[in-house]
């Protein structure tokens, strides 16, 4: 058993490696910014859904419960 001590190398990456991380790294940059203009998307559409529907309101809309009938039945105690 020998005690000397082996000089320590540092690990060298191939060009291969690189190209794999850089990949890796663009793979993940393009689905990371394809899920944010998704959200933003999803965002924007229903926003813009809200406004149309909010102009579009009938006079009806301010009154909704005036068609409404109430039971005549209720709390007449039988």
Not at 34 to 54: D, Q
Request: negative net charge; aromatic residues 10%.
């Amino acid at each position: 058993m020998s005690i000397e001590e082996e000089p320590l190398t540092s690990c060298e990456e191939t060009p291969g490696m690189e190209k794999r991380e850089l990949k890796a790294l663009r793979m993940i940059t393009w689905f990371s910014v394809g899920m944010a203009v998704a959200a933003l998307g999803i965002f924007v559409g229903a926003e813009l859904r809200s406004r149309s529907k909010f102009k579009r309101r009938t006079p009806y809309d301010f009154y909704t419960n005036a068609g409404e009938q109430q039971a005549s039945e209720f709390g007449v105690g039988i």
